[in-house]
């Protein structure tokens, strides 16, 4: 049964249309989006999906088929921040959208809401931010609100950070908003300019596969936000408002100025990568519009050593799906997104895709890890309306 379909035997009428974004999985540029770097995502095939008809009268109905839970009713001039709606809480992201729209003083007067996901959760591919992109274009078309996509991921990057209370950077929701199809999506932090970057990896006789761990470490607790905060700290140190200003050329220089300061070990770390990934993202960039897309592999595979032991944020199954792929002959492969768990990504030959993801699959049952899932990331469209 389709979304539209659903949406009519929940609520009892049709929706005046239907929306889908995606999730994206990070090509090269980790942790750097909130010390106003550079990223490099690129939008995936899987989306989440809303039918969604406007309100009158203040009410705002949200429902899941992806949760075994009831329509959660709420009223949009009663919504709380940092409040949990819905079973699990996954009703306040979309609630937030709404929330982020009145406060920024757009008269959104409630809505019915149908979504459903193909987007996996807990994998790092930005399951969230999907809803809150795919909420914020069905009301800003239903509302004309007149809002670009760049705007709409502003607002919600807005909702997570201060309704949902999850401090991440805007990479996600710029990905999910303003992804095209054959390209990946090359992002300024600072300024929040974009530049659309050709990956035509099937042209290049080229393949890139998610590999989808399954697992998340408790260790990741808390993570984010100490090393963001370590972030901060290795930049007051150098006197500069973010770790972006510091050039890689002078990297050295000021890791000996951030020592002689007496910066933990572990600033020192973090400033090391992310100088280095706002690099790595610059060199990618470089090698993609020379048509050197094979470069881009050492690349890869320098990110992960950096995420690995500076950043210090990959785990076992991570590790092992970059060994055995490079063992198997992959181009590149790293761990992408927050880390302690989720995904990585290996860009291989694709005559040789098959037998490479075998390899994987028997490293891990070799280690008596559960498989991973895995999957093809073919650069998508952002978010758009379906109907």
């Known amino acids: 049964m389709s979304v539209a379909a659903q949406f009519s035997d929940l609520y009892g009428y049709e929706p005046a249309g239907v929306w889908a974004a995606p999730g994206r999985v990070n090509l090269i540029g980790e942790y750097t989006d909130f010390n106003e770097g550079f990223v490099m995502p690129l939008a ?3 989306t989440a999906v809303a039918a969604v008809a406007r309100r009158e009268d203040g009410v705002l109905r949200l429902h899941s088929a992806d949760i075994d839970a009831p329509i959660a009713e709420l009223r949009v001039d009663e919504l709380t921040p940092l409040s949990s709606y819905g079973q699990g809480g ?10 982020a729209l009145r406060e920024a003083g757009h008269a ?15 994998a ?19 509302f004309a609100l007149g809002l670009t ?8 990057q807005r909702a997570e950070n201060a309704f949902v209370g999850v401090p991440c950077g805007v990479m996600d ?15 300024d932090c600072r300024d929040l300019s974009i530049r659309q970057i050709p990956f035509d990896l099937a042209a290049q006789g080229l393949q890139l596969l998610v590999f989808d761990t399954r697992v998340k470490h408790e260790l990741g607790d808390g993570a984010y936000a100490e090393r963001r905060a370590g972030c901060e700290e290795g930049a007051r140190l150098l006197g500069v408002s973010h770790l972006r200003d510091v050039p890689f050329a002078g990297l050295d220089e000021a890791l000996a100025r951030i020592e002689r300061a007496g910066a933990d070990e572990k600033v020192v770390r973090y400033v090391r990568h992310i100088v280095s990934d706002d690099h790595r993202v610059e060199q990618v960039i470089e090698l993609l519009d020379a048509g050197e897309v094979r470069a881009i592999g050492p690349v890869l595979y320098d990110g992960h050593r950096s995420l690995r032991d500076d950043l210090r944020i990959s785990c076992p199954e991570l590790d092992l799906v970059v060994t055995a792929a490079r063992s198997a002959g992959a181009v590149g492969a790293r761990m992408t997104g927050g880390g302690f768990g989720g995904s990585a990504i290996v860009l291989t030959e694709a005559a040789e895709a098959e037998s490479l993801t075998k390899a994987v699959l028997t490293a891990f049952e070799d280690a008596g890890f559960r498989p991973p899932r895995v999957f ?10 379906l109907a």
Request: with cysteine.
């Open 124 to 142: 790092g591919l930005s399951s969230s931010a999907a809803l809150e992109v795919v909420t914020a274009l069905a009301l800003n078309d239903l």
């Open 149 to 156: 996509g760049p705007e709409l991921a502003v607002l919600a």
């Open 44 to 46: 995936l095939p899987h």
């Open 173 to 187: 929701q710029m990905a999910s908003a303003c992804g095209t199809e054959g390209h990946a999506l090359h992002l």
């Open 90 to 99: 996954w009703a306040a992201y979309p609630a937030g959208v709404v929330w």
């Open 376 to 385: 093809p990331a073919v650069p998508s469209a952002g978010a758009h309306r």
């Open 108 to 122: 959104v007067t409630g809505a019915d809401v149908h979504l459903a996901s193909t987007v996996p959760t807990g």
